[in-house]
């Protein structure tokens, strides 16, 4: 089998599932007896087996499947989760994770040493099994026998389902339920299901099946499942078929008696159309089925290569000018249809225009999930207890960003975990609780994208820090003495100063936060630290939303297309030139007692003036930054759109007072202001 | 194939108009010519800087070439092109009166501006310092830009 095609889809998938290892083990731990977890995990974990098998990467399968054997005596509460237990499901998923890097490396998967892991694991399977059962295989296979002997009578009927039961009694049709037990090395288990399906449909109809048809799909089930069929066959004679379908363990047939229906007129009307009715019937199961899976995928999402958005923004760039051009010829030729399509075709390119935007935006979940595991195990190896808290992991960011800020930000919560937070002992004796508190916190600020790793730590020792940067020769003793503690603790920034040598003696921070600083200007981001002596500190992040969408006020200074951030904006007023009152030669107005200056924007951008309009109306953009209000003058409002921020360019990157620009839906370029420089 | 291996004496060039004189940049930087379009005028820049135009969705700024080198302003014309140049990572849009030709020109007809204005001792004046050399091609001159120069790669604009 040509596995190459599906290597992508592998490696992607195959990451999702050890996340949600990791994300469910997590829970796992902190409530042992949390069976939609474990329940989770097993599923992963087998998924990942038959995927990693299908493609060939044996080391993964069997890994896997050794955990399984441990996962399956936790899920049918055999085995407790304990420490030691999820500790070792640790260590499996970073093997797997390993492995998976591997193979995604073009390295082979089984470098990867795993003979520890599997022999605990063996030794946690067997050592809650009966002494005569050698492996744990054995032992769920001989679990599944056991549950055989329980007549397979779980099925719930519905009304709908009697109904056609009895009706099929009718026209001589026996109901039986078959269960069906799949071997336990039975990788392609859909494919086995999907078999027995159609070998059933052959001879009958299949009317329910547990689990529902979309759960077999998608190997959402154990090595068992259970189906009513409808059939005019003798029960041997399906045993016989389906066993021999390979891989096939065991086929437990059981005919249906069902009471005759107490309803009888229901019964009656059945009867009329008794053979129409479970033929039909059987495909309108399937249909349903499909339409469940169709719900499913909705809520799917598909993976495309960034390179490929970027071509499909240019190319849809590309349509609204020449849709422009369209528009042109329409009102130039004067043609109304045209115009008319045209105006159609605008509102679809728009939309398709915001779409692309949109699609290439991320939220900040996808970094800030891996964070709890981060933790978890920094907080063992440094023996403190960590409580992390997530904030605002909707916020979204644009793709690029997200792929570069992972990095940076485990640096520095791993900072924070251990330069920060004390030792429990030490906590305490600060009266501080023993658990510290580190939070992960994302929200939009402004044209900005604020992310902030907050400790309550012991914070940084502003006078360390000087003392280590002077030692180290970064900064002149002099320097240092000038210094407000604010800017010595941002030394901790600089290059020179943060060699790995220089933290194992200092208490401060320092493990490589010029890289950090670095990555996030190369973002185009900036970075900065406010700390308090045992209160702890707080790194902040301020991301530009580069290519981020932003909700904007287009307005017009003559005939000058501008953007305002609609969060800077306070109101919109008209007014007219007798409202502007001067004080001490600065233009202001009063609004609701309020004293607000004005900037006339075409004076404060320079642009040329057609004419002096002094007399008319007058629309004042209200903006504020922080407590601080101002109003910009201009001259129409235009209206509020989603625009989405691009960056001027190296050539252009001087000018402060733009931050940056967007295209319009025509086309046209619109400049957007930074409407805190426009205030200064 | 053969006969586009230019020798490597031979450099291929775009050339272009600026008023009656015929100037000419390497071939290797030039991205595309687009027709005039509209241009979003940006505040505080300087004058050669005419603003930004979009191109298939992204912004890319305009340097009107004639104001940059010192020559009189003209109206825009239906032959005015813009060039659209690379080099080192900027991209950016220039203002040409009109786009002629591309023309192969062997490197040893081309005079490079030391050896031009070495006698007369201005090598690095202002308007000559954006001017890499002059080729000739049968008598027709075409004067050669050094385009790091022009976008002020050197740390001239800010």
Do not use: W
Request: with cysteine; charged share 30%; proline share 3%.
């Amino acid at each position: 089998m040509d596995t190459n095609q599906y290597m992508e889809m592998f490696l992607e998938e195959s990451k999702d599932h050890l996340q949600s290892l990791n994300e469910r083990l997590l829970d796992l731990e902190r409530d042992p007896a949390d069976s939609s977890a474990i329940n989770e995990i097993f599923r992963s974990a087998h998924t990942l087996k038959g995927m990693s098998a299908t493609m060939g990467f044996t080391a993964i399968a069997e890994l896997t499947h050794d955990m399984e054997n441990v996962l399956d005596l936790i899920r049918n509460d055999k085995l407790k989760a304990d420490e030691d237990i999820v500790d070792v499901l640790f260590k499996c998923i970073d093997a797997l994770q390993q492995m998976v890097d591997n193979v995604s490396d073009g390295d082979p998967e089984n470098s990867v040493e795993v003979k520890d892991l599997v022999d605990r694991l063996n030794a946690i399977a067997t050592g809650n099994q009966q002494p005569a059962a050698p492996k744990a295989a054995e032992s769920a296979g001989k679990k599944a026998d056991n549950e055989t002997i329980v007549p397979p009578t779980d099925i719930e009927l519905s009304d709908i389902d009697l109904d056609l039961i009895n009706s099929a009694k009718d026209s001589g049709l026996r109901a039986m339920q078959v269960k069906v037990i799949l071997a336990d090395t039975c990788v392609l288990k859909t494919v086995r299901s999907y078999m027995v399906m159609s070998a059933l449909d052959e001879i009958g109809d299949v009317i329910k099946s547990i689990p529902p048809t979309e759960d077999l799909e998608q190997e959402k089930f154990d090595l068992e499942f259970e189906l009513i069929l409808l059939t005019g066959e003798e029960e041997q004679k399906v045993e016989s078929i389906l066993m021999n379908i390979s891989e096939i363990k065991k086929v437990i047939i059981k005919l249906i008696n069902v009471p005759a229906p107490v309803k009888k007129n229901i019964s009656v009307e059945k009867k009329a159309s008794v053979p129409a009715a479970v033929k039909k019937n059987a495909p309108a199961v399937k249909k349903q089925a499909i339409q469940h899976h169709d719900n499913m995928k909705s809520g799917q999402s598909v993976r495309v290569g960034i390179e490929r958005l970027d071509s499909l923004m240019n190319l849809v760039g590309e349509l609204v000018i020449n849709k422009t051009r369209l528009e042109q010829i329409g009102n130039t030729h004067r043609i109304a249809e045209l115009v008319e399509t045209v105006e159609q075709m605008d509102r679809v390119t728009g939309d398709l225009q915001s779409i692309v935007m949109k699609v290439r935006m991320v939220t900040v979940g996808q970094v800030f999930n891996r964070f709890p595991r981060v933790v978890r195990d920094l907080a063992k190896e440094l023996n403190k207890e960590v409580n992390l808290t997530i904030e605002g992991e909707d916020t979204e960011l644009d793709r690029t960003v997200i792929d570069e800020i992972g990095d940076p930000l485990v640096h520095l919560i791993r900072n924070s975990m251990d330069h920060g937070i004390e030792h429990p002992d030490d906590r305490e004796a600060k009266g501080k609780s023993r658990v510290g508190k580190v939070g992960l916190i994302a929200r939009h600020e402004g044209n900005n994208v604020i992310i902030m790793v907050t400790d309550d730590g012991a914070g940084i020792d502003a006078n360390i820090i000087r003392n280590k940067a002077i030692e180290k020769g970064v900064i002149t003793q002099e320097d240092g003495d000038n210094m407000t503690d604010a800017e010595a603790v941002r030394l901790i920034f600089l290059p020179g100063f943060s060699t790995s040598d220089v933290i194992t003696d200092v208490s401060g921070r320092g493990v490589g936060m010029d890289v950090v600083r670095t990555t996030i200007e190369a973002l185009g981001g900036v970075i900065d630290v406010e700390t308090k002596k045992n209160e702890g500190s707080i790194f902040k992040i301020k991301l530009p939303l580069t290519l981020a969408i932003i909700q904007a006020l287009l307005v017009d200074v003559q005939e000058e297309i501008y953007a305002i951030p609609l969060a800077a904006i306070d109101s919109t007023i008209n007014i007219t030139p007798e409202d502007i009152k001067t004080i001490q030669n600065k233009e202001t107005i009063v609004i609701r007692g309020e004293i607000i200056p004005i900037v006339r924007l075409d004076r404060a951008l320079n642009v040329v003036s057609a004419e002096d309009k002094e007399d008319e109306e007058i629309y004042v953009v209200v903006v504020h930054v922080g407590d601080k209000k101002c109003g910009i003058m201009v001259d129409k409002l235009i209206g509020q759109q989603e625009i989405v921020i691009k960056t001027l360019g190296k050539l252009l990157s001087g000018i402060k007072v733009i931050s940056g620009a967007t295209v319009l839906g025509n086309g046209q370029i619109a400049l957007i202001l930074d409407v805190a420089i426009l205030m200064q | 194939m053969e006969q586009h291996e230019v020798s490597s004496n031979e450099v291929q060039i775009v050339a272009f108009k600026l008023k009656r004189e015929e100037y000419g940049m390497s071939i290797l930087n030039v991205e595309e010519i687009k027709r005039l379009t509209d241009i979003t005028r940006v505040p505080f820049t300087p004058d050669f800087i005419k603003g930004v135009m979009n191109l298939r969705g992204s912004v890319l700024p305009v340097i009107d070439l004639k104001k940059r080198i010192g020559l009189p302003d003209a109206e825009y014309t239906d032959a005015t092109r813009i060039i659209v140049v690379k080099l080192e990572e900027i991209t950016v849009g220039m203002i040409v009166d009109a786009v002629t030709e591309v023309l192969t020109i062997d490197s040893a007809h081309i005079t490079s501006s030391k050896q031009i204005t070495s006698t007369e001792n201005d090598a690095h004046s202002e308007s000559n310092k954006f001017i890499n050399g002059i080729g000739n091609l049968n008598n027709r001159l075409v004067i050669l830009l050094n385009l790091s120069e022009i976008l002020g790669l050197n740390g001239e604009i800010k």
